[in-house]
Every structure is written in structure tokens, then in C-alpha cells.
């Protein structure tokens, strides 16, 4: 009867260990492992330290799935609005093999510096990039935006 | 010892259990909002079509939308293939309308919350898509005069009531189209400018009111909807609502590993997009690129968004304008359909090449490369458990 006893207490204990074991497991262990992501200022010097470029959703939100529009802001180093550029502007997803799912274009300079780029859509969430090839009188540059969603 | 055995057995089984409640980490959660039909926005207002939301255009839209005089031979109307109680699809791997053609037919739920219409989006508003049938020799087969004067004749008076008066019928051929054979293209380049224009409208016109009706065929709710807003409630599941075992690892799987998600985003699983996946070809059917040959077809169609027939300006056209037109992508993508009712409706893909869930899975498990063009999934590994569990989640898309 004795040994059924100790059995009892020594099954108990180890029951203890595992469950004292398995909350410091789960207690410690991070919520989310956060991978390091891409860069994703939203003003940054072009390639060539040519101007000083910003680019940010118009209406300041980010809606999936919808047609929207972005400003592009370009400004020489000293601040100087840059006007008359010629923007081509390319992109994807480098994760996922494919491009834009759209074309998005310069469509209107608004003054200042900045440029309404239409016609961006963000069909899923994850990594984008947007390369903006910009060609003025300072000369020409590159600049790549990253968003995540 | 045998009591030791057994006692820690019981431990085990008992913490074990307590893992098995669904546990979703937050983004989980999020994620999984996301996709529930609350979620789903009101229908925008369609202002490329007046009569979108016209009831009396909406109506003779439905009658329109069974009727099987609108085909050349009487035989066969939109319903033919979008049969109304198999959610507005056929089960068929190619539609059949007077012939066979090489594309399934797709079921209608959210219909008029689409960028883009067909498997390959070579029509931009659904208005312009129910015209596409109607004319094509495979479908309908019928030629634009003929269906002018067929609704003069049948539904005349409850045209002109929705859409004004129709045009001059005197001179107008009875069989005569631009897309038709060669006698009715014959016909069709005798008419005057204006004639064709006033057929033209009539024939929008028919388009407008079959797009007010199936503006109505929305998606219905389903056990992943009501287990989705008692999670976000923080609501114990109750009845049906209740996931298994099996339909939680499907569903973590689906929003996780399996990355389905990616493209089947949002409350009609759906991104909206067109993607190639490696979907093999069907042997004894015409070559099909998919998007690559939209792009021109939708351009040069006369009823896009940038032709005559649009009511309201060009604000409207931001996806006919800012559409991509060659990227390498383009090649054998076809559009991402809803999972909504998916497990209810096999074969699957753009002709029916799979004719279960198991083999959908199967094939992006294995992800082989694309006959043309380059798939854009990546090999998984899956277990046969996590590829039922999957399976297992998609069917509570349909109940």
C-alpha cells in the first residue's frame, strides 16, 4: 500500500515539473517572431543624392483593394521644389514574382513639388516596392519606396 | 509503475486538450476579420450605368436573364449556364450554351464588385460583360439587330418606360453585327452611322438592365462567417458556428503556411487580380493565354468605359486606365475567384481542370511550373492531415 503511495506522490511531482516546464516555455517564448523588414521611410534621398523624395497615400490611409492616389513630393537638397519632372514608375511585390497589378501614373503636378501619382493598388497585403525613375532639369535619378501592408 | 504510466499519460492528455481550443495569436485574429462577410462593404454605386439601380430596369434585367429568346435558335438564355439554383454556375468544366466553350462558367455571388469580368477579364463593367455571350457563336449566337428588334417586339413598351424611346427600326436588317458572320457584317456596314448607333444603344441597354438585376446576387453567410464574428466578439462558438479540430488547422493553415490567403484576401476571397499558378492546360481546347490576350480584346471592346455607351465621365475608368497591359505576368494568369461556396461546386479552375478540392490542393502543394509563362506559387510541404484539414476549412465557406 505504502509503494502506491509513493508512486502517487512521485507521479503528481513529475506532473508538477512538466506543468512548471511548460509555463516557462510558453511565458517566455516571443509572441510573434519579427522578422527584420525592408526599409519603408517614406522620404528618402534618391539614388544619386539628386533630390529629396516623399511618397504617401493622398488621403494619408492605406484601403486594399482600391484604386488610390499617392503624392509624390520631390525637392532638391536644398529644399527647392523640383517642377517639370518626368516620373516613370515601376514596382511589385520581390517576394512574389510579379509586378504592380496596375499602372500607376504621374497624372497632375499640384504645386510644390509634389506630383498625384494615380491608379496604385494594393491587391494583398505583404511587401511592395515602388521605383520611380525621375528625369528634370538637375538631371536625372532613382528612387525606391518600400510599403508594407 | 503501471499507475505512474497511466497518471502521466492523464497529465499529458489533459494538457494536450487544453491546446486543442482555438488559439489565434492576434494577427490570426486580425486576419481571419478580415475575411468575414461583415466585413463586406456596401455595394458602390455604379455610375458608368444609370440604370444600375433602376428596380423596373432591374427587373426586366431578370426576365431578360432567363428568357431563351434572347439566343439566336431559342434555346438558350444568361441562365442556361448561370443556373439559379447552383449558385449561377453550370458544374460543368466548359460551359455549354449552343456549343462548348472552353471556359467553366463562373457563379455570380458579388458579381458587381468585380474590376474586371471573365476568367481573363476581357470586359470591364458587368454590363459590358452580359453583352459578350449574347453574341458569341458558342453561347448565345445571336447578332445585334436581331436582339434589337426581338425587344421592340416583346418588350417594347417596358423598354421605352426605363430607357426612353427606342430608335427607328425602318431599314434596320434583321440579322446584322460587327462580330457576326459574314453576311451579318455585311449587313452591319450598310447601316448608316446613326443606325448602328441606335442599335448599339439598345443593345447597351439590355446589358444595363441584366447588370441592374444580378446587382441583387450577392454572397450568402456561412459557418466560417458566424465562427469568425463570435471570435472577433470574443463570443463562445455556439451550434454549427463551433470549428472542429480538423476545420481550426485548416483554417490557420489557409491565413498561415499555406499562404492561400495571399491572393484569397478579404470577405469574398478574393484579390481581384490575375495571377498564373500553373493551371495545366485542357488537351483538345484552343490554345488560352488568359490576361496576356485580354488586354487588347477589352480595349478595343466599343462598350468599355471609354466608349460611347457609358453613362457618367471617365472618373469611372481608373481600371481600363491604369490597367496593365504587357508585363510577362500577364501570360496564362487568370483571375482569382471567391471561395465563397467553392466545395459546393466542383470542377474547378478556368476550364475545369480539377474535379475536387483534394486535387486543388494537391496541385499548389506540388506547384509545377507553367506550360507557358512562370507560376507564381512555390512548392509546400504538406501532410495528407493538413491537406484535409484545408479541404475540411473551404467546406465551411459552403455551409
Given at each position: ?20 516546464v ?44 482600391e ?17 517639370g519632372?518626368?516620373?516613370a514608375i ?8 510579379h509586378?504592380?497589378p ?11 513639388g509634389?506630383?498625384?501619382i ?32 | ?12 492528455v ?14 490570426e485574429k ?25 428596380p ?21 438564355s444568361?441562365?442556361?449556364?448561370h ?26 455571388a ?6 474586371w469580368?471573365?476568367?481573363d ?27 434589337a ?33 459574314d ?65 481550426i ?7 498561415g503556411?499555406?499562404n492561400c ?7 469574398r ?5 490575375f ?10 481546347l484552343?490554345?488560352?493565354?488568359g ?5 487588347a ?7 468599355n ?11 469611372a ?28 461546386r ?14 486543388v ?39
Amino acid at each position: 500500500m505504502a509503494s502506491l503511495w509513493r508512486y502517487l506522490l512521485a507521479g503528481l511531482g513529475l506532473a508538477a515539473l512538466l506543468v512548471g516546464v511548460l509555463a516557462v516555455v510558453y511565458l517566455t517564448a516571443p509572441q510573434s517572431a519579427q522578422p527584420v523588414g525592408p526599409d519603408v521611410s517614406r522620404t528618402k534621398s534618391t539614388e544619386n543624392g539628386l533630390f529629396v523624395a516623399s511618397f504617401e497615400p493622398e488621403r494619408g490611409v492605406i484601403q486594399q483593394g482600391e484604386l488610390e492616389s499617392w503624392l509624390l513630393t520631390l525637392k532638391t537638397k536644398a529644399g527647392a521644389p523640383v517642377e517639370g519632372a518626368a516620373i516613370a514608375i515601376s514596382g511589385g511585390m520581390p517576394q512574389h514574382n510579379h509586378g504592380l497589378p496596375t499602372s500607376p501614373q504621374a497624372t497632375d503636378y499640384l504645386g510644390d513639388g509634389r506630383y498625384r501619382i494615380e491608379g496604385v493598388k494594393f491587391t494583398m497585403s505583404g511587401w511592395w516596392q515602388f521605383h520611380f525613375a525621375i528625369s528634370a532639369t538637375a538631371g536625372s535619378d532613382t528612387v525606391l519606396f518600400n510599403v508594407v501592408l | 509503475m503501471r499507475r505512474l504510466v497511466c497518471l502521466m499519460a492523464l497529465t499529458v492528455v489533459a494538457i494536450l486538450a487544453g491546446c486543442g481550443k482555438p488559439d489565434f495569436s492576434d494577427a490570426e485574429k486580425k486576419t481571419i476579420a478580415s475575411l468575414a462577410l461583415n466585413t463586406l462593404p456596401p455595394l458602390k454605386p455604379d455610375t458608368t450605368n444609370r440604370f444600375a439601380d433602376v428596380p423596373a430596369a432591374a427587373a426586366l434585367g431578370s426576365t431578360l436573364f432567363f428568357d431563351l429568346g434572347m439566343s439566336r435558335d431559342g434555346t438558350v438564355s444568361c441562365s442556361t449556364c448561370h443556373k439559379i439554383d447552383r449558385q449561377f454556375q453550370d458544374d460543368l468544366p466548359q460551359a455549354v450554351g449552343v456549343g462548348r466553350t472552353n471556359r467553366r462558367t463562373m457563379p455570380l455571388a458579388g458579381v458587381a464588385r468585380d474590376p474586371w469580368f471573365f476568367w481573363d477579364g476581357r470586359r470591364d463593367s458587368l454590363w459590358a460583360q452580359a453583352l459578350t455571350p449574347l453574341e458569341n457563336p458558342l453561347e448565345q449566337a445571336g447578332n445585334r439587330t436581331a436582339y434589337a428588334h426581338y425587344i421592340k417586339a416583346r418588350f417594347g413598351e417596358r423598354y421605352e418606360r426605363i430607357f426612353g424611346p427606342l430608335p427607328d427600326f425602318s431599314g434596320i436588317p434583321p440579322n446584322a453585327s460587327p462580330l457576326g458572320t459574314d453576311a451579318e457584317k455585311a449587313a452591319w456596314n450598310a447601316m448608316s452611322e446613326a443606325q448602328r448607333d441606335g442599335i448599339n444603344r439598345v443593345f447597351a441597354n439590355i446589358g444595363k438592365a441584366i447588370a441592374a438585376f444580378e446587382r441583387s446576387i450577392e454572397p450568402a453567410q456561412t459557418r466560417f462567417d458566424r465562427f469568425a464574428l463570435d471570435l472577433a466578439t470574443g463570443a463562445e462558438p455556439k451550434d454549427d458556428a463551433a470549428f472542429s479540430r480538423e476545420e481550426i488547422l485548416g483554417l490557420k493553415l489557409f491565413i498561415g503556411k499555406a499562404n492561400c490567403v495571399t491572393c484569397h484576401n478579404g470577405p469574398r476571397f478574393t484579390d481581384n487580380g490575375f495571377h498564373n499558378t500553373g493551371v495545366p492546360p485542357v488537351e483538345d481546347l484552343p490554345p488560352d493565354r488568359g490576361r496576356i490576350d485580354a488586354v487588347a480584346q477589352v480595349e478595343a471592346d466599343p462598350f468599355n468605359c471609354f466608349g460611347a455607351y457609358r453613362d457618367g465621365d471617365t472618373s469611372a475608368c481608373g481600371e481600363l486606365r491604369f490597367m496593365v497591359k504587357d508585363a510577362p505576368e500577364l501570360v496564362r494568369a487568370y483571375k482569382t475567384p471567391s471561395l465563397r461556396g467553392a466545395a459546393a461546386r466542383p470542377p474547378y479552375m478556368h476550364a475545369g481542370q480539377f474535379s475536387s478540392l483534394d486535387e486543388v490542393v494537391a496541385h499548389y502543394a506540388k506547384a509545377a511550373p507553367s506550360v507557358e509563362g512562370t507560376s507564381e506559387i512555390h512548392p509546400l510541404q504538406l501532410s495528407d492531415r493538413e491537406r484535409a484539414a484545408l479541404v475540411a476549412f473551404l467546406k465551411t465557406l459552403s455551409e
